[in-house]
């Protein structure tokens, strides 16, 4: 059977002032691969090592876009360039998904990954009806911070000494977004609850997700 050779234009799913959620596509793997091996990328995973082809190749084939897992392409709004990816990991249990970002290293620095953070959790609360949203970021990864906060999310809790920031132990902050936590959606939605006490280190990721996790999570940052 023969297949079709040309690349697949990206289809728009939720565009936004600068930029489009959009399916992600088997042909830009390797572009996908780089983004997330760049070194950057790989400090603010808080990880060690980059992630092999062959290992990414396969985690994409076979858990791109499942009941449990959505990757989306970034583009950009007017012409459709590819800037980066996010994703949605999702605990049914709990109804509620762990957020991931990665933004291609010759597209940092434009404030893309607040608008597309932004974007995905739209997605998240009108379209998969997810009743919240988390992520663990690196406390020294203040961009990343910046960024998330700006989009919607809300501090949840800290992990002391649980993450590797260039060759040193660093915190973990959690952070959640419930739809009451934005403006558009507050009116249908449940009221915003307060964030932790001054000082706080608790933990407070959604019930189940803290050892329910699923196996294609990637540590979420900004790029």
């Known amino acids: 059977m023969m297949t079709d050779p040309r690349p697949t234009a990206p289809l728009p799913l939720r565009a936004g002032e600068r930029l489009a959620l959009a399916l992600a596509r088997e042909e830009m793997m390797q572009d996908y691969h780089r983004w997330e091996t760049d070194p950057a990328t790989v400090v603010g995973f808080g990880a060690r090592w980059p992630v092999s082809w062959d290992v ?8 791109h876009t499942s009941a449990h897992y959505q990757l989306f392409e970034v583009v950009t709004a007017d012409g459709a360039v590819p800037v980066g ?8 249990a709990v ?13 940092r620095g434009r404030g893309y990954a607040t608008e597309a953070t932004a974007l995905t959790l739209d997605w998240a609360f009108t379209i998969a009806s997810l009743n919240s949203v988390w992520l663990e970021v690196l406390a020294p990864h203040t961009a990343a911070v910046t960024a998330y906060l700006k989009a919607g999310f809300r501090t949840a809790g800290r992990l002391r000494s649980a993450g590797l920031w260039q060759g040193r132990r660093v915190d973990k902050l959690l952070l959640d977004c419930v739809p009451a936590d934005l403006p558009h959606l507050r009116d249908t939605a449940e009221p915003a609850r307060p964030g ?4 706080s280190t608790g933990s407070a990721r959604p019930e189940g997700s803290a050892t329910a996790r699923h196996p294609e999570r990637h540590p979420a940052q900004k790029r």
Request: charged share 20%.
């Open 56 to 63: 990414f190749r396969a985690r994409f084939r076979s858990s």
């Open 85 to 92: 990816t996010t994703s949605l990991s999702v605990d049914q």
């Open 95 to 107: 109804n509620s998904a762990e957020f991931t970002v990665v933004i291609a290293p010759e597209q």
């Open 196 to 199: 932790p006490p001054a000082g």
